[in-house]
């Protein structure tokens, strides 16, 4: 098993970043593939982004590219979201989540508590 505690989220205003973080405790960090999620008011929760176990491949939801970037510190057991160019469309709580399988697919194995980003125009 794993627990999941996100940290850095906030209030920034439009075009400002934050980055959010994801320590682990308990099994192998290196053993779980990774991602972000978010959930907007009134929305479902949404997939952000994943990086695999080894950090080299990542993937993002096509809202977030070329602004997100997911990165792992498998020593330090910690998964990082740096948000850039924020939008109000951006605000939502987001979650942390680890997967026991190669890829993090919709359901993963393991939450976060949330931390809640809020993106002021």
């Known amino acids: 098993q794993v627990q999941l505690v996100e940290s850095g989220g906030g209030l920034v205003q439009a075009g400002g970043s934050l980055r959010l973080s994801c320590a682990a405790s308990g099994r192998t960090f290196s053993s779980y593939a990774m991602g972000w999620f978010r959930q907007a008011p009134g929305k479902e929760r949404e997939f952000v982004a994943r990086i695999s176990r080894g950090g080299s491949s990542t993937y993002y939801t096509d809202s977030v590219k070329r602004r997100f970037t997911i990165s792992r510190d498998n020593a330090k057991s910690t998964v990082y979201l740096q948000m850039n160019s924020l939008k109000p469309d951006d605000t939502g709580v987001y979650y942390c989540?680890?997967?026991?399988?190669?890829?993090?697919?919709?359901?993963?194995?393991?939450w976060g508590q949330g931390t809640q980003v809020t993106v002021s125009s």
């Open positions: 989540a680890a997967s026991e399988s190669m890829i993090l697919g919709s359901s993963p194995d393991y």
